[in-house]
């Protein structure tokens, strides 16, 4: 069982910058490809960003390549999202994904078992 902590959400202004963190305590990070998504209400849920479990591999969405930096931290057990240059549609709920099995797990939400309970992100115009 791999427990994933996120934090960092919140409302801010078109144009600004938010990061969110997903912590995964007690477990060998390093052993997880992570991801993130992102979905709204009546919507599917929508890839963001993915990284390998080294960090040498990693994907966006067209939708917010040259603006979110996904990174991760394996001494500190932790995945980062940075995204900046907010717009509206990017308010969403955002989850962090883990996968033990994989080594990439891109862009496809079934190919990652565990989700953490998401967090709220939300941009103002």
């Known amino acids: 069982q791999v427990q994933l902590e996120e934090s960092g959400g919140g409302l801010v202004q078109a144009g600004a910058s938010l990061r969110l963190s997903c912590a995964a305590p007690?477990?060998?990070?390093?052993?997880?490809?992570m991801g993130w998504f992102r979905q709204v209400p009546g919507k599917e849920r929508e890839f963001v960003a993915a990284?390998?479990?080294?960090?040498?591999?990693?994907g966006y969405a067209d939708s917010v390549v040259g603006r979110f930096i996904i990174s991760r931290d394996n001494n500190r057990n932790t995945v980062v999202l940075q995204m900046n240059s907010l717009k509206p549609e990017d308010t969403a709920v955002y989850y962090c994904?883990?996968?033990?099995?994989?080594?990439?797990?891109?862009?496809?939400?079934?190919?990652?078992?565990?989700w953490g309970q998401g967090t709220q992100v939300t941009v103002s115009s």
């Open positions: 994904a883990a996968e033990p099995n994989s080594y990439y797990s891109g862009s496809d939400p079934t190919n990652y078992r565990y």
């Open positions: 007690g477990r060998t990070f390093s052993s997880l490809a």
């Open positions: 990284i390998s479990r080294t960090g040498g591999s990693s």
